[in-house]
């Protein structure tokens, strides 16, 4: 079949399955390499002899959402049986994004700005009536983990596993997180994990903007007062959400977001890399990148 032909198959197949994202799964950056090379022009070919193949496709016409340089990590198959960390401290050469607030600290006159401790803000959530979640929701899910984090990761709401134990990431979507971490030599208890939502919304729908409104400052208090080194926002919502923008995840992840000043990567939420399984070569790319920056955060001298 010629090249460009079976390109377009494979590129048609992934847009109806619902994918807007081009990922090289089934097919290798060799094999996309040969056919867009193939598809090129021969001044095109020479120009670029060793380009990438973001770099291919955008000489053959696309625009694919630009990646950082990332050094040379070892990209897995899969994120959840990776064991080897990072070995050494990598200079983070990724291209910086969006700003969020100007400083460390998040102004928002709200009496959540007044809870002074995780555990207050814990009994704030366990009694709030702010929007209608809490009506039908049967536990609150503030956040755990180590007060102290310096990795922090923020995902949307708690699903039915999270509502039933009032606990963040514990149903398939968390193991799969629990397993991301451990693969950047992180253990659940060492970060710290809350939500944009802190109840249920009914039937896990899409969180209204009423109830982010409302929700919201308790964790930007809970980022406050963790005071992260890195924040990993875990999925669209949570990451356009905090990036306060409407882009997708696919132009959102590569880059250092700032949020009041903390380093902020984004990345797939697991429940997505569960139910695409080839997003996790992108994803382990992604929390490498957060890894880095934590590793030079944390740096003696940093
Ligand atoms: N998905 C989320 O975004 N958060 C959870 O806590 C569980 C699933």
């Known amino acids: 079949m010629d090249g460009r032909e079976a390109l377009r198959r494979y590129l048609e197949q992934r847009k109806e399955l619902g994918e807007t994202e081009l990922v090289l799964d089934t097919l290798s950056v060799e094999e996309a390499m040969r056919i867009l090379g193939a598809a090129m022009t021969s001044s095109s070919r020479e120009a670029e002899p060793s380009a990438d193949w973001r770099s291919a496709i955008r000489a053959a016409g696309g625009a694919p959402p630009a990646r950082p340089s990332l050094g040379?990590?070892?990209?897995?198959?899969?994120?959840?049986?990776?064991?080897?960390?990072?070995?050494?401290?990598?200079?983070?050469?990724?291209?910086?994004?969006?700003?969020?607030?100007?400083?460390?600290?998040?102004?928002?006159?709200?009496?959540?700005?007044?809870?002074?401790?995780?555990?207050?803000?814990?009994?704030?959530?366990?009694?709030?009536?702010?929007?209608?979640?809490?009506?039908?929701?049967t536990n609150p899910v503030p956040g755990t983990g180590n007060p102290n984090a310096d990795f922090m990761c923020v995902g949307e709401a708690p699903g039915a596993s999270e509502d039933a134990q009032g606990v963040p990431f514990v149903g398939q979507a968390?193991?799969?997180?629990?397993?991301?971490?451990?693969?950047?030599?992180?253990?659940?208890?060492?970060?710290?994990?809350?939500?944009?939502?802190?109840?249920?919304?009914?039937?896990?729908?899409?969180?209204?903007?009423?109830?982010?409104?409302?929700?919201?400052?308790?964790?930007?208090?809970?980022?406050?007062?963790?005071?992260?080194?890195?924040?990993?926002?875990?999925?669209?919502?949570?990451?356009?959400?905090?990036?306060?923008?409407?882009?997708?995840?696919?132009?959102?992840?590569?880059?250092?977001?700032?949020?009041?000043?903390?380093?902020?990567?984004?990345?797939?939420?697991?429940?997505?890399?569960?139910?695409?399984?080839?997003?996790?070569?992108?994803a382990w790319e992604d929390v490498q990148l957060a890894r880095r920056i934590l590793d030079s955060a944390v740096a003696p001298g940093a």
């Open 72 to 137: 040379t990590p070892a990209v897995s198959e899969n994120v959840a049986n990776v064991t080897s960390p990072p070995e050494t401290v990598v200079p983070i050469a990724a291209p910086q994004g969006l700003v969020v607030g100007a400083s460390a600290r998040v102004p928002f006159d709200d009496s959540v700005a007044k809870l002074d401790t995780l555990e207050v803000i814990a009994r704030a959530v366990a009694t709030c009536t702010k929007c209608q979640l809490y009506a039908t929701a």
């Open 174 to 282: 968390g193991q799969l997180l629990t397993k991301i971490l451990e693969a950047i030599h992180l253990k659940r208890e060492d970060v710290f994990i809350a939500n944009v939502l802190k109840h249920r919304p009914p039937g896990n729908r899409n969180p209204l903007p009423d109830e982010v409104t409302a929700c919201s400052p308790y964790l930007v208090r809970q980022i406050e007062l963790v005071k992260p080194k890195v924040i990993l926002a875990l999925g669209t919502f949570a990451a356009q959400t905090l990036l306060e923008t409407k882009l997708t995840i696919g132009r959102l992840r590569g880059q250092v977001h700032r949020y009041y000043g903390v380093p902020l990567v984004v990345t797939y939420h697991p429940a997505a890399l569960l139910r695409n399984p080839s997003w996790k070569r992108p």
